[in-house]
């Protein structure tokens, strides 16, 4: 039996769908073919596009659904997302709103939030992620002491920010050999491990070098700026049985792809499903509770998309505890909460950062409130007068 | 001395666009930091951007000019895109119009026109690129035919379509296996190479072994979607000196970074400065004159970067010879003329379609017109009745 892949596009008013959709359906597969052809028929026909339905939205919008031979391409992102759109970007006003493929496609994650959990060996309660700030210009040894505060005070995982690459200034592993130590010792006192996803950088061959070399070294977790670096990347990286620690993808250019109400693709369709088809372990996006002016609706649809995979739908941007309450009465659990300044710029430093949201966790795992007035003096109330509640 | 990156953003009409510039300057970069990183300060304050200017233009539009520290990134263009727009572009509408890099930044070209002249041994005229079509469904047997066509009728260049993946039903190796011999008689024969640029695909380390695997077989040029793989495959491949073959750019999914009005990136943002700095040697973009909209100052933006760095400029889509008229007007002869059904679809066949370029050629160099009533019957008189002039 023939698998399809199946593709939503909106086409803005006065753009004729009907039209467009067919354009689509035979320009982004075999395309025409004349009498000199006629000995691969067959061959030729069954790689062709079917548009399957065109729908009026609001606005003089149109939806249109197109089904694609999956045998068309390689299973991989690279030549789905140019069959899909890769010419015909440039054909006009279209946005890509859905990508739906064949069950198991591509690559699936390796740990996914069940492994990360394993790993933490925190299972229930969401996982506590925290950024190192600032972004640049701190030391290796910089690190590790801001490493050793929130280490201390229970913190699950901790990332690089995006924007570090690998500088003269600031090697990434010596940053992990400055880390290791601290990972180590909170391994050794309380028995649970704490992941550092730290930032790749460099072209793809440098990035995969970098990538072997700090889990050779034991590094327990990779960031990759997936939009920047290409979905192939992550691929390779998330195939590589030498690279075999957790990826978190970060949605860095995620805006340039997918802002503009006409153009580009939808959110979830690139944040969602191709991160969770390209091997991605946990998502990263912007919280719409945050401090980035992102859809509900789209972050609703990247985490139905991220779990239809196993993928850690990690909330980001402006998150703090203030916001606990919202975040899990819409979510659940079943999250990795990341705050950058949320943890770094608590008024009693970055472990009360870490406190505040272990004491909002379990005061909400015991259904106590998170309003202000009642909550005792400590770092969640510190917390919550900062930066007010969601 | 120090080098910097400047990139000029444009804010549409509501923005604040003295803010938002100061949000990037500071945002995209160190951040904010309290005392406790005051014995940093000075690191800290030299990775800060700095807002340049602030224009006003057309529609209550503004183009903010922000000035960011060179040694922030590592010299890609990973780095640099997650450095100027990475999580800014969530932040609300901005497009990224220009961007400015220190002379030799990046990965220069190894091969560029005057090399793919080189190889081709032609100098002066433009030279004639043709896309095997259909796009899929051939056999390599198929694709030997088509080329053994037009081989010897003059063709300089063959390419790929950029949607046939390495496939089980068309594998990548066994097409050039098949091709192969057919450039091998046609240099025997004349003492003219002719370039085949096969299109990669797969995860980034498929693609890169890939990539080896047909240059060590012979194969004389690539094709890469590089907005599908990232421009960090892009550089890994152009600095592989087992990759040691002339790269062509395709700009699948420009649209979806570039055509919209209020994000993303200007077009030469991305196919002219950014592919000329990630390794290119010709990179492909819609031609004006053709059949995709493409605003004309969009091409001789992207035409004027890509020659600074000596990277070959190929019209496409929709190219004939109708057009050779207002191309070799507009941008003289060092180019690449790229046509797919313009040289395929011929009246007379493929053959012809190439010899319709070269008489067009001949004919521009000579002074003589290449208006329909002035052509004498034959291949140019025959694509310029079924396509018309430009």
């Known amino acids: 039996m ?58 003089g919008r149109h939806l249109a659904t197109i089904r694609f031979p999956a045998e068309n391409v390689d299973g991989r992102m690279g030549s789905l997302l140019t069959m899909i759109f890769g010419k015909y970007s440039l054909a006009g006003p279209a946005k890509v709103m859905s990508i739906r493929l064949p069950e198991g496609y591509g690559q699936s994650c390796r740990f996914g939030l069940a492994g990360i959990r394993e790993k933490l060996n925190v299972a229930e309660r969401p996982l506590i ?69 730290m930032n790749l950088s ?10 072997r070399q700090l ?31 957790p990826i978190f993808a970060h949605p860095a250019l995620a805006g340039a792809w997918c802002a503009a109400p006409d153009h580009g693709f939808a959110y979830a369709a690139i ?26 609706a789209d972050e609703q649809a990247i985490v139905a998309a991220l779990r239809a995979r196993g993928v850690a739908p990690v909330p980001s941007a402006g998150v703090h505890p203030g916001m606990l309450d919202a975040i899990l009465e819409d979510y659940g659990p079943e999250l990795i909460l990341n705050a950058g ?30 309003k202000l007035s009642d909550l005792p003096a400590g770092p969640l109330r510190a917390a919550v007068e900062k930066w007010g509640a969601a």
């Open 341 to 370: 300044t949320g943890i770094m710029d608590h008024p009693m430093g970055p472990s009360s950062g870490v406190l505040a949201f272990h004491e909002g966790l379990e005061r909400w795992q015991e259904g106590a409130s998170l």
């Open 129 to 197: 992620m925290a950024i190192f700030k600032p972004a640049l210009g701190l030391s290796a040894g910089d690190h590790a002491e801001i490493l050793a505060e929130v280490a201390m005070a229970g913190l699950d995982i901790i990332k690089d920010d995006e924007i570090l690459p690998d500088l003269p200034s600031a090697a990434t592993l010596a940053r992990w050999e400055a880390c290791a130590p601290i990972i180590e010792a909170r391994r050794d006192r309380t028995g649970r491990d704490l992941l550092y996803a």
């Open 202 to 211: 460099g072209d793809a061959r440098q990035v995969h070098e970098l990538a």
């Open 215 to 245: 889990v050779a070294r034991g590094a327990n977790a990779l960031l990759l700026n997936v939009l920047a670096y290409g979905f192939p990347m992550l691929e390779a990286l998330a195939a590589d049985p030498e690279v075999n620690v």
């Open 2 to 59: 023939s698998a399809y892949i199946e593709v939503d596009y909106q086409f803005p008013a006065g753009v004729d769908a009907q039209r467009q959709a067919q354009a689509i359906a035979i320009g982004q597969t075999a395309g025409s073919w004349d009498a000199r052809f006629q000995h691969r028929e067959e061959q030729l026909r069954g790689h062709l596009a079917e548009v399957r339905a065109v729908h009026d939205l609001p606005e």
């Open 271 to 296: 944040l969602g499903t191709a991160m969770s088809c390209a091997g991605a372990d946990a998502v990263l996006y912007p919280a719409h509770y945050g401090s980035l002016p992102f859809p509900e």
